[in-house]
């Protein structure tokens, strides 16, 4: 945890998607233009849980969301982010789970702990709709679009 109280943890990657993504992710950041998520919302920024393997991709999407407003905490695999404190993990207001590395179990897992938590799945490929994901995030995508994705799932 840094001083600023943001959680950040991820394992080296295991896929080879995460360069290329990631460049295509930064070509469309312009940091100064992204409207913060938290206006008009409480005290608290949102926490936003990240579940991705691939570090580039998670330290993009973590770099995105703080810059928007939002605190962030990340894990590498499912199983990483499930071992977090219960408390820590129904206070996730929105979850982005990796499609491989998390997918629909972590989703289901996540919403047994935070019934409330709304979830998107990120990938690169195909993703069938299934009743515990409220959305698909298709890569790449440019920041405007993580936060307007983000900011509808908050205003759900």
Avoid: Q, W, Y
């Avoid at 393997?53 to 605190?71: K, N, Q, S």
């Avoid at 590395?101 to 709304?118: H, K, S």
């Avoid at 009743?131 to 920041?143: C, G, N, T, W």
């Amino acid at each position: 945890m840094d001083t600023d109280g943001h959680v950040f943890t991820c394992r080296k990657p295991t896929g080879e998607f995460g360069l290329n993504a990631c460049l295509l992710l930064s070509g469309g950041i312009h940091m100064n233009k992204l409207i913060s998520l938290v206006d008009g919302m409480d005290d608290r920024p949102p926490l936003i849980l990240i579940i991705e393997d691939e570090v580039m991709i998670l330290e993009m999407e973590t770099l995105i969301l703080e810059r928007a407003g939002c605190r962030v905490c990340g894990f590498g695999s499912g199983e990483e982010a499930l071992a977090a404190p219960t408390d820590v993990l129904r206070e996730v207001r929105v979850a982005l789970v990796d499609a491989v590395f998390g997918g629909v179990d972590a989703v289901e897992a996540l919403r047994r702990i935070n019934p409330e938590i709304r979830t998107a799945i990120v990938t690169g490929m195909g993703f069938e709709p299934h009743p515990a994901v409220d959305r698909v995030i298709h890569l790449p995508f440019l920041a405007e679009d993580l936060v307007g994705h983000v900011r509808e799932l908050l205003a759900n």
